[in-house]
């Protein structure tokens, strides 16, 4: 579902020619989803880094995403929580 929603945000950019974006928030519903935690890694350069995905394989809510459409490398970047 994420990568529909991040392909339905990058046709708008596009339709509409936006350079720059803000997706302040929206809410849904997942068929199926994956989250990470924060673990300690001592060789990260912060200390810490990602554990192994967890997979929910059921509808999962979420309350609010939000996100931005940005310029990297001169192609777009479009980033969603």
């Known amino acids: 579902m994420r990568r ?3 392909k339905l ?3 708008i950019r596009k339709q509409n020619d ?3 974006g803000l997706v302040q928030s929206c809410y849904g519903i997942f068929q ?3 989250y990470l935690y924060l673990i300690p890694k001592e060789d990260s350069i912060l200390g810490a880094g990602y554990g192994a995905p967890n997979h929910v394989e ?3 809510e979420f309350l609010i995403g939000m ?6 490398n001169g ?3 479009t980033h969603f929580v």
């Open 58 to 60: 059921r509808p999962v």
């Open 9 to 11: 945000i990058e046709e």
């Open 67 to 72: 996100g931005i459409v940005c310029q990297r």
């Open 18 to 20: 936006i350079t720059y």
């Open 75 to 77: 192609d777009y970047d």
């Open 4 to 6: 529909k929603i991040l």
């Open 32 to 34: 199926r989803s994956a």
